[in-house]
């Protein structure tokens, strides 16, 4: 990995950083409230007045993301009154594929932090009846996908882009009450932030240190740090010293961290779907125990039969 500053780009004066399908799938969901936006969207609601009761997200920020995804793509709205005109938000087909992903954390939270009573860790797989525990395979060989057992090489779009720009955060007692039903509590905490997502993912392409991770991110050294300790109380990453002269230190991934490389996966191959573009993916996983692009595909750890949002239901606690 560069070691020196990247280059800035002419226009926006931003760092340039590796193009990447997972960082950009990101940049579109790695907020707190997007991410519970789309989970009431995949438990099936579609009214504005839904959306708040189910996450309890204020209005005023309940637009705001709404809008974002409708933008985006992921949503549509569609009127269904029209005196006074008002809208539904439905998911599109680029938003039904997010599924996958949305399935990945479901796994790794009931993995890590089940939770009984929580209506998101209680999903039946309808076609077997049973409690769905989704499973990550390569479509090639059938072999469940880890981090260990991938490479990632350059795609056909590889390059540099700009890197985002930092989205103001206002922060209010009403933005941080709790839902309602408290649900995805330990997701939000780890991805429910962009930086503290992108920091993981670059984690997964093997970048350990304060420069190398700041050089891929182009994240301010003040933001950096604070999501490097975030993380590492959170227990995602554990620190590691590596020089004593002056002191520097390395973060690795925990293992409860390297369970969530499924979800990395299935955003990289959203990414290479619906943000590549005409250059093509910037990046290719190779499954190395087969040797082929990694093509992932998520099904039930049951009966090994395929799963969509449309296959699943909320089952009894």
């Known amino acids: 990995m560069p070691t020196a500053p990247l280059p800035l780009d002419a226009e926006t004066a931003a760092p340039m950083v590796r193009a990447s399908s997972a960082a950009r799938a990101l940049n579109l969901i790695g907020d707190r409230w997007t991410l519970l936006a789309l989970y009431a969207a995949f438990m099936g609601e579609t009214r504005f007045d839904g959306f708040i009761k189910l996450t309890g997200m204020a209005r005023s920020l309940l637009v705001d993301r709404l ?65 769905l525990t989704a499973e990550m395979v390569c479509k090639a060989c059938g072999e469940a996908v880890t981090a260990r057992d991938v490479e990632l090489v350059p795609g056909p779009g590889a390059g540099l882009e700009p890197a985002p720009r930092a989205r103001l955060q206002r922060r209010s007692t009403t933005e941080t009450a709790q839902p309602l039903h408290p649900m995805l509590e330990r997701s939000i905490a780890v991805l429910g932030d962009r930086w503290t997502a992108h920091l993981l993912a670059a984690a997964f392409y093997g970048l350990r240190r304060f420069k190398d991770l700041q050089a891929e991110l182009g994240a301010a050294t003040n933001i950096l740090a604070d999501r490097l300790a975030r993380l590492v109380e959170l227990g995602m990453l ?35 779907r619906w943000l590549a573009g005409e250059a093509g993916p910037p990046e290719v996983l190779i499954h190395k125990p087969c040797g082929q692009p990694l093509e992932p595909v998520v099904r039930c750890g049951a009966c090994h039969g395929a799963v969509d949002v449309r296959s699943t239901r909320l089952g009894r606690p």
């Open 238 to 272: 554990e620190r590691r010293l590596y020089q004593t002269r002056p002191e520097r230190w390395e973060y690795r991934l925990t293992d409860e961290a390297r369970d969530l490389f499924p979800l990395i996966a299935a955003l990289i191959a959203w990414g290479d």
């Open 67 to 131: 809008g974002r995804l409708e933008t985006a793509g992921v949503l549509e709205r569609r009127a269904y009154q029209q005196r006074p005109v008002r809208h539904d938000y439905h998911l599109t087909a680029m938003g039904a594929d997010l599924y996958d992903a949305a399935l990945m954390i479901l796994r790794w939270e009931k993995l890590w932090h089940f939770d009984p009573a929580s209506p998101s860790h209680n999903i039946e797989h309808v076609a077997c009846g049973r409690p």
